[in-house]
């Protein structure tokens, strides 16, 4: 089993739709991070979401998390083309401190078309 | 804004060549990291780094790999012999003190072994 499994693998909408990508994990957390990668290119963080918080907004992004369910989402609110890139998730170690590593999710592939 | 920067952008080397990647993170940042992505595949963690000695690795991090803060700004990556399986792209997070658990990561090096 992998702790971050994104879905959908890939999505592809027009400009001005909302784009939601969910992210399932498998071991409790202290937190829940989205990452955006540009083809190609480095990793730019998007949004932290701790356990303890339900839901988190920033700019045209909200973030839900519901421990029960061990799943996240992130939704992407009136797409633009720029919003084309691939979106991961990634946890930080079960209960460990702030400071381990990430594990990442396979990600989605996200496509707006202009 | 403070950046994590790498070099080179791209290395191409020949199968059983030592390699050196090169990251300079961000001043007063702590903690240092190495990850890797091969081609359409998930970000992967390889190592963690925290005052002047490794914290954690993985399995991919073998005898071939080695890490080093060779003074106060930068943070290498070395493989001693390089493998076909080795190309993938390459990237250096630092975090700091300031932002729980947040990581921030260079723009990547894409290491090519022929």
Sequence with gaps: SQQGEEDPQALSIQEGENATMNCSYKTSINNLQWYRQNSGRG??????????????????????????????????????????ASYFCATPPAGGTSYGKLTFGQGTILTVHP | EPEVTQTPSHQVTQMGQEVILRCVPISNHLYFYWYRQILGQKVEFLVSFYNN?????????????????????????KIRSTKLEDSAMYFCASLGLAFYNEQFFGPGTRLTVL
């Excluded at chain 1, 701790?50 to 992130?74: A, F, Y």
């Excluded at chain 2, 914290?55 to 991919?60: A, P, Q």
Aim: aromatic content about 4%; charged content about 30%; hydrophobic content about 35%.
């Design chain 1, 43 to 84: 990793l730019v963080h998007l949004i932290l979401i701790r356990s303890n918080e339900r839901e988190k907004h920033s700019g045209r992004l909200r973030v839900t998390l519901d421990t029960s369910k061990k799943s996240s989402s992130l939704l992407i609110t009136a797409s633009r083309a720029a919003d084309t």
């Design chain 2, 53 to 77: 000695e490794i914290s954690e690795k993985s399995e991919i991090f073998d005898d071939q790999f080695s890490v080093e803060r060779p003074d106060g700004s930068n943070f290498t990556l």
